[in-house]
């Protein structure tokens, strides 16, 4: 576990240095993860430069209400799910007015599995501003992580951070 705390805080770490660098902001939508996406970018200095914020949205309660997930989305696939993702990060996006937002919504156990989607289940959304374009641009993804609950969520914060600097250094945020 040591090993993955590293590898959290150099990727968090990178993530300030290219975020500054590029002039981009960026926040969160975090459900399972519970803030701990936004206290491995805090815990680096420097980290005000570029990161906007962080909505924990732990019940679908705030999902809706916070982020604007349709009642919808969260009845018809529920909120373990890439249209649920993909909402959060769009919620978060526009609530933050970050150029760039990474949602994560899944199930770290140890119980919780749905139908099709057992512990270790995670969706991955993403929302951000085309370059030179006021055009936003969303969707999801959905990541299968194996462990106990505290392996599942760092791997998922790790998950996250990658994923944010990757739509960063691709020139897509």
Known sequence: MNELIEKIYLKAAELIEISSFEGITFGFA??????????????????????????????????????????????????????CAKAMAEGAFSVL???????????????????GKPVGTVYMGYCYRAKGSNQSISGSKRLNFEGDRDTIRSATVLA???LAVSLIKEGKA
């Open 30 to 83: 975090e459900s399972l993860t519970g803030g701990l996406i936004s206290s491995s970018v805090v815990g680096v200095p420097g980290a005000s430069k570029a990161f906007k914020g962080s909505v924990v949205s732990y019940t679908n309660e705030v999902k809706e209400n916070v982020l604007g997930v349709p009642a919808e989305i969260i009845d018809t696939y529920n909120e373990v799910s890439d249209e």
């Open 97 to 115: 007015g970050a150029d760039l937002a990474v949602s994560v919504t899944g199930i770290a156990g140890p119980t919780g599995d749905l139908p």
């Open 160 to 162: 996250a951070l990658n």
